[in-house]
């Protein structure tokens, strides 16, 4: 069985500072992690994944996150937040063998940018 | 445009009357899924579908049930709805299922039992 614990529920930062939203896995098997991102009152779409190759992996609005096997982490960063990174942010972990079709949530974080 | 739909998006019902929410993608992909999403709980997965004619359960399909008739349509059905069903629903997509490909959704279905 997989899990993903997303260790703070909400996450309030001052616009133009860093910011690292927290993600832990457990699984058994080699897995693929995901964070999307919720938009308010929209569904979810993908930041950045990781599937194989390099750690550190880049994805969309200037977000980055690097996969750490050891500590089974996957934290997800960005160096300065702006505004409109006002939303909610969900890690998700699957399994990467074969026949595997399910993706399992965290319970996400709400990152609140302050002017 | 690229997209999943769903309708209706906004919907309050009472207790133990049948309804159904439709969600339909336009980008030829053959796995759909169906997501309730609580406070506090993130996303879980209710139903999800490899193919037409091809549905599973996922972690939570009590009260539920979906078909899948057409490759782009895919139903979620509320035969019974009680207060426990209160919820936001979200459908996805995505090409053929596998883990590593990007899921599409939908705008949502925010729903309440009464």
């Known amino acids: 069985a997989q899990s993903v614990t997303q260790l703070d529920s909400q996450v309030p930062v001052f616009e133009e500072a860093p910011v690292e939203l927290r993600c832990n896995y457990s699984?058994?098997?080699?897995?693929?992690l995901f964070w999307y991102v919720q938009y308010p009152n929209q569904g979810l779409q993908l930041l950045l994944k990781?599937?194989?190759?390099?750690?550190l992996v880049k994805g969309i609005n200037g977000f980055e996150a690097e996969f750490n096997k050891s500590q089974t982490s996957f934290h997800l960063r960005k160096p300065s937040v702006h505004i409109s990174d006002t939303a909610e942010y969900f890690c998700?972990?699957?399994?990467?063998?074969?026949?595997?079709?399910?993706?399992?949530f965290g319970k996400g974080t709400k990152l609140s940018v302050i002017p | 445009e690229a997209q999943v739909t769903q309708n209706p998006r906004y919907l309050i019902t009472v207790t133990g009357k049948k309804l159904t929410v439709t969600c339909s993608q336009n980008m030829n992909h053959e796995y759909m899924s169906w997501y309730r999403q609580d406070p506090g709980l993130g996303l879980r997965q209710i139903y999800y579908s490899m193919n037409v004619e091809v549905t599973d359960k996922g972690d939570v399909p009590e009260g539920y049930k979906v078909s899948r008739k057409e490759k782009r349509n895919f139903p979620l059905i509320l035969e019974s709805p009680s207060p426990n069903q209160t919820s936001l629903y979200f459908c996805a997509s995505s090409p053929t299922g596998r883990i590593g490909e990007t899921q599409y959704f939908g705008p949502g279905t925010r729903l309440l039992v009464l």
């Open positions: 990781y599937l194989s190759g390099s750690t």
């Open positions: 699984s058994s098997v080699s897995v693929y």
């Open positions: 998700a972990v699957g399994n990467s063998g074969a026949g595997s079709y399910q993706l399992t």
